[in-house]
């Protein structure tokens, strides 16, 4: 008993202890002012705003999309119409560029509502998979590069049998399907692994003219850039399927998967409600507070995550000519939606719902309104009209809470 108290002591101890040099103290943040939106009217933010803002975050943060990068071949591999004991049909869809064929393509699982007219989907990429995110044991292993984890069965960089439904936690598919809605998923890994090298055996190399020999300039794009391009793909099938609803679709992610979920809502607007899931640093979270993670922490991490230039505003983001009020407002008319937790300081969560809070104003210009509240909400409060914004209870997670709230707020925009 008497261990056991220790252990429990020493470990909650240890998960609190700061990591040097990062500050934890909100008198500390800084007070940089944050770059003007510039708000005049609904027309000229739509025909003129907008595009010089999504232009300054290619140029500064996660770089340009390149353009023609080819057309997308859709192959659907199985369809299974009693999955989950009869909920749903479910589909593997391979996304290949025939026109770049050393890249090896993207594999789809895509779980519809038995019954449903036409449904509307949640888009997202996952971390381990897809056999990682379905609770059924038919579902093909991924055979891409992965980070090891003995938890979540991964071994020499491969999914084992053990991987199976470890993140299923974080994906409540009943859920979500009971609720009416699609979700469409697939592994982060199969557009690009998730490491500094992982770009030479990934997308980015494909496409560019000196393959894993490129040396990336500012303005270029970084790994997000490539992630976000794979979820619009994702888009482009769901157009060509029957069974989807695809003028309401909402793209969702997690952590580093919530940057890119951000970023691939930004860049393409068929994604009709956007979703940021403990997105944090180069994410949601202001570039400018102090707090947690910073410019210099992430790109010194990840550099590989955003274009080059992003690098040099480390210990110095008041340089910047953007802040991440600017990438929420880049929604605007369309609903988005912030989610922190109430443990994961690292994302810097006042820092979150501050970006909902300054990108706020874009709402007025059409006459609607964003997170509403002035002043963060308490604990398992969600708040906000075209903006939606909550801190859960725990941690850095997706959890059924978080579902619930991004499932009403969907459904609540769409029935308008
Ligand atoms: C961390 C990183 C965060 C967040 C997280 C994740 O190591 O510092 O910005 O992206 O990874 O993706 O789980």
Not at 95 to 104: D, G, T
Not at 109 to 129: D, K
Not at 157 to 168: D, F, K, N, P, W
Request: net charge neutral; charged share 25%.
């Amino acid at each position: 008993m008497r261990t056991a108290l220790f252990l429990l002591l020493t470990v909650s101890v240890f998960a609190q202890t700061p990591r040097p040099g990062v500050n934890y103290d909100e008198a500390k943040v800084g007070n940089d002012p944050l770059p003007d939106l510039k708000l005049t009217t609904a027309e000229d933010w739509t025909n003129k705003r907008r595009p010089e803002i999504l232009k300054l975050f290619e140029d500064n943060v996660y770089g340009k999309t390149p353009a023609n990068i080819g057309t997308p071949k859709f192959e659907v591999t199985v369809t299974k119409t009693d999955a989950l004991g009869g909920l749903a049909t479910r589909k593997f869809i391979h996304i290949s560029l025939p026109e770049r064929p050393v890249w090896q393509g993207m594999d789809v699982m895509l779980y519809i509502p038995n019954g449903s007219r036409v449904a509307p989907c949640f888009v997202g990429l996952s971390f381990g998979g897809n056999q990682a995110v379905s609770p059924e044991n038919d579902v093909p292993i991924s055979t891409r590069w992965m980070r090891d984890s003995k938890d979540k069965g991964i071994v020499d960089h491969r999914a084992t049998e053990a991987s199976r439904g470890t993140s299923s936690s974080r994906w409540p598919l009943e859920m979500i399907l009971r609720r009416g809605f699609a979700v469409a998923t697939c592994y982060y890994g199969d557009i690009e692994p998730d490491h500094a090298d992982g770009w030479k055996d990934g997308l980015r190399a494909a496409v560019s003219k000196d393959g894993a020999n490129t040396v990336w300039k500012d303005g270029e794009w970084g790994a997000i850039g490539a992630w976000a391009w794979g979820l619009s793909r994702i888009v482009d099938y769901l157009e060509t399927d029957k069974l989807i609803d695809s003028k309401h679709v909402a793209v969702i992610g997690h952590s580093r998967l919530g940057k890119t979920s951000l970023w691939a809502g930004m860049q393409d607007t068929r994604f009709g409600v956007v979703i940021s899931n403990d997105s944090g640093e180069g994410g949601a979270a202001l570039m400018r507070r102090d707090f947690g993670e910073t410019t210099a922490i992430i790109t010194k991490a990840f550099p590989h995550w955003f274009t080059p230039k992003y690098a040099s505003y480390a210990g110095n983001a008041a340089a910047c000519p953007v802040d991440m009020h600017m990438l929420i407002a880049l929604a605007a008319p369309r609903p988005v939606y912030i989610a922190s937790a109430a443990e994961d300081h690292w994302a810097d969560q006042k820092g979150e719902f501050l970006s909902g809070k300054f990108a706020s104003p874009v709402y007025a210009l059409f006459g609607e309104k964003g997170v509403v509240v002035d002043e963060q909400p308490a604990i398992d409060t969600p708040v906000g009209d075209f903006i939606g914004y909550h801190m859960r209870t725990g941690k850095h997670d997706v959890t059924d809470y978080d579902w619930t709230q991004y499932l009403n707020f969907a459904t609540r925009h769409w029935k308008k």
